[in-house]
Antibody, heavy 116, light 113 residues
Framework: QVQLTESGPGLVHPSETLSLTCTVS????????VYWVRQPSGKGLEWMGR???????SYNSALKSRLSISRDTSKNQVFLKMNSLQTDDTGTYYC??????????WGQGTLVTVSS | DIVMTQSPFSLAVSEGEMVTINCKSS????????????LAWYQQKPGQSPKLLIY???TRQSGVPDRFIGSGSGTDFTLTISDVQAEDLADYYC?????????FGSGTKLEIK
């Protein structure tokens, strides 16, 4: 079955770079796009960017200057890197996949706290 | 960017009642090519990841109870939950997937009296 699992450091210091990994199973990264969505603590959902099935990427313009998404198809992993983190980047980060509809499958999310 | 305006911010109802959540987009989400509205609804229960309920404005995701009904077209959309159950306690979000960047509504918190 389709599974997505996020992993990351948990705590990041201000101005540092966040690195997250989404490990997938039950499907191929060359057949489906994977997206990153985040949820600042106590707030709503924000689409961050996507890794398309063909290797192309697209980003939320509000984050584009700080964000990079890549993948390793041999390891079934998609990576998110975001630099210059600030306290308002604290929240839960999800990877998700579409089916016919967007965001049909979600990981459990990984909580990232930005604090000194 | 398409702005999604969702209302109300929160509502509280008793079990068995009906609720309506609204979502308005700043531009039409109706594709002239296939006549589909690119609007989806998600439910997020406390401590859980969001769950897809409705896509193409009115198509229910497999396994979603039929008391969840999506309607609307163009720029105005509604999620109706009839016969609300205690298990429906959650935040609800709309999402436009008509164009990038994909954008969510601000969310509606449903509380059960």
């Amino acid at each position: 079955q389709v599974q997505l699992t996020e992993s990351g450091p948990g705590l990041v210091h201000p101005s540092e770079t966040l690195s997250l990994t989404c490990t997938v199973s039950g499907f191929s990264l060359t057949g489906y796009s994977v997206y990153w969505v985040r949820q600042p603590s106590g707030k709503g959902l924000e689409w961050m960017g996507r890794m398309r099935y063909n290797g192309d990427t697209s980003y939320n313009s509000a984050l584009k200057s700080r964000l990079s998404i890549s993948r390793d198809t041999s390891k079934n992993q998609v990576f998110l890197k975001m630099n210059s983190l600030q306290t308002d980047d604290t929240g839960t980060y999800y990877c998700t996949r579409d089916n016919v509809a967007p965001f049909a499958y979600w990981g459990q999310g990984t909580l990232v706290t930005v604090s000194s | 960017d398409i702005v999604m305006t969702q209302s109300p911010f929160s509502l509280a109802v008793s079990e068995g009642e009906m609720v309506t959540i609204n979502c308005k987009s700043s531009q039409s989400l109706l594709s002239s090519g296939n006549q589909k509205n690119y609007l989806a609804w998600y439910q997020q229960k406390p401590g859980q990841s969001p769950k897809l309920l409705i896509y193409y404005a009115s198509t229910r995701q497999s396994g979603v109870p039929d008391r969840f009904i999506g309607s609307g077209s163009g720029t105005d959309f509604t999620l109706t939950i009839s016969d609300v159950q205690a298990e429906d306690l959650a935040d609800y979000y709309c999402l436009q997937h008509y164009s990038y960047p994909l954008t969510f509504g601000s969310g509606t918190k449903l509380e059960i009296k």
